[in-house]
């Protein structure tokens, strides 16, 4: 992992809004719970998508040019996806709920949220808890 260039809090965080952006209009615009599901579901894949040209990139890091790698530099398969955003799918799932489902996605997103942008601004190499799981980092494309 070393010479890689790792990708910073704001590319990240941006990246991350606008998938989280994603998952909430998903949940919004297709009612009965089916939107709710389409956003977990894509909040659980969104690094692996199977689309040309979004190798390890959800379409949040895709737009600011930052993807997921794993330790060997590839970039991750559908498995380590799925492990490395089960914190962030935990939140999502809750979203099927309706309304409360959606208030205590963000009761329990915004302290969850907090901490994982602690880890990484803080952690080594700016991996969050999902990274350490999967054994992923994300760099500049």
């Keep these: 992992m070393i010479g890689l260039n790792f990708a910073g809090f704001q590319s990240r965080l941006f990246a991350k809004f606008t998938d989280l952006l994603i998952v909430v209009l998903l949940g919004l615009l297709i009612r009965g719970g089916v939107g709710s599901l389409l956003g977990f579901f894509y909040s659980l894949v969104a690094d692996s998508l199977p689309f040309r040209g979004f190798q390890g990139q959800s379409i949040g890091k895709k737009f600011l040019r930052i993807q997921v790698v794993d330790e060997d530099g590839n970039p991750p398969r559908l498995k380590s996806s799925v492990i490395r955003n089960i914190p962030v799918g935990i939140v999502t799932l809750l979203m099927v ?3 409360w489902g959606w208030i205590l996605s ?10 994982e942008l602690s880890l990484i601004a803080r952690a080594k190499g700016h991996q969050r808890l999902g990274d350490v799981m999967a054994e992923t980092r994300v760099i500049r494309k």
Excluded: A, R
Aim: neutral net charge.
């Design 97 to 99: 709920i309706p309304v």
């Design 106 to 115: 963000f009761l329990v997103g915004i302290p969850f949220g907090l901490i």
